[in-house]
């Protein structure tokens, strides 16, 4: 059984976040919790700023005001030095995959070993098959560009380079947009695999029905510049609201619901 929230390590604590653009105001003290061990899924509207959230804890964008504590530091008061080693317990794995296209899937992923990791490029490249094999990939593809492969092998390429430092958080920002429906679903089976078995919390950005009932132990819906509701499925999709009821109870996400597997709380 997963424990209460109240008993869970907060890993990520996000208070009172402000993201302005220009007169375009997108949160506005928003407040959110990432848990150890957790799968958070992160929904809402268009210009919620689902990915400005992400990119805001991962120190890829400045907030104009609030505090993002992770693994205890407060990143906004840390040295470059300081924050560069906090980030190199998060992996990222960005929409589009953002591999180097003209490096094969094993020097992708060899990269980050050798510039973080201090490893040589014989290990570092051994290393890169093992990551390319826990997510699926076979031997042939290590040696193949990006552009000799399938959307679905990009997928799992990407994802194991960012698995590649071994991180404490992964970083999901709509994974598993441009997939057909069974490597979708491979996919999200494929995260949880990896969840369980090596301990890390994930937040995940999505739009995907599928992947927040086959995936998500508890959802955050962003509206309104800040954390609507969030909290397990159940109580999310029966929150009054309208953008809720039309996302949670539209024929999508009746379909959705009627496919959720059986779960018994898989964080803990």
């Excluded at 992964?170 to 979708?184: K, N, Q, R, S, Y």
């Excluded at 953008?243 to 379909?255: E, K, L, N, S």
Aim: proline share 5%; with cysteine.
């Amino acid at each position: 059984m997963s424990q209460h929230p109240s008993q869970q390590e907060v890993v990520i604590s996000v208070r009172k976040l402000c993201n302005r653009f220009g007169t375009n105001e997108v949160h506005k003290d928003l407040d959110l919790d990432l848990y150890r061990r957790e799968i958070l899924g992160v929904v809402g509207g268009s210009g919620t700023g689902k990915s400005v959230l992400l990119r805001s804890i991962v120190g890829l964008h400045q907030p104009d005001s609030g505090a993002i504590e992770v693994f205890g530091e407060e990143l906004q008061a840390l040295s470059p030095d300081q924050r560069s080693r906090v980030e190199r317990r998060f992996g990222v794995l960005f929409q589009s995959g953002a591999l180097f296209t003209s490096l094969t899937l094993q020097e992708n992923v060899a990269l980050p070993l050798i510039e973080h990791a201090r490893l040589s490029r014989d290990d570092a490249e051994h290393l890169a098959r093992v990551k390319l094999a826990l997510v699926g990939l076979p031997g042939s593809a290590c040696n193949r560009v990006p552009a000799e492969l399938s959307g679905g092998m990009v997928k799992r390429a990407s994802l194991a380079r960012a698995l590649a430092l071994d991180p404490e958080v992964l970083f999901l920002d709509e994974p598993t947009a441009g997939l057909d429906p069974i490597g979708a679903a491979a996919f999200d089976r494929l995260i949880v695999t990896l969840r369980d078995a090596l301990g890390f919390s994930v937040f995940l950005v999505t739009h995907d029905l599928d992947t927040l009932y086959s995936t998500c132990d508890r959802v955050a819906v962003l509206s309104d510049k800040r954390v609507l509701v969030e909290g397990p499925l159940e109580t999310v999709e029966t929150t009054d609201d309208p953008w809720i009821r039309d996302y949670f109870h539209g024929p999508r996400g009746r379909a959705a619901q009627g496919a959720r597997p059986e779960t018994d709380g898989a964080y803990k």
